[in-house]
């Protein structure tokens, strides 16, 4: 199983996203950092979205999210840093 984490500093605050990988898959995802997300629950939610599918998915999988719940709110900080973090990851 390998682990992967990847790290972007957006205007205001740090995304990280963390993942192990296994059979190509996403497994235990966290999204983690110093950034605002209203309503908090919204990450988990993102994290349950990531979790179980394959890795070259997952950043269609967060565009998806992102594109559905208009009711998040994040100040300074956009679903292109979280795919930035994403991808940083993934070069791992």
Known sequence: MKHH???HKAKKGLIRIEFDEENG??????????FF???EEAVQELEKKLEGHKL???????EE???M???IE???VNVEDFKIALK?????
Not at 25 to 34: F, I, P, Q, Y
Not at 56 to 62: A, P, R
Not at 88 to 92: I, N
């Open 69 to 71: 719940r208009l009711d």
């Open 56 to 62: 070259n998915e997952l950043e269609k999988l967060m």
């Open 37 to 39: 997300m209203h309503p």
């Open 88 to 92: 940083k990851a993934l070069e791992e």
């Open 65 to 67: 999210f992102f594109a």
């Open 74 to 76: 994040m100040p300074y």
């Open 25 to 34: 898959l996403a497994k235990n995802v966290k999204v983690t950092g110093d």
């Open 5 to 7: 984490v990847g790290e």
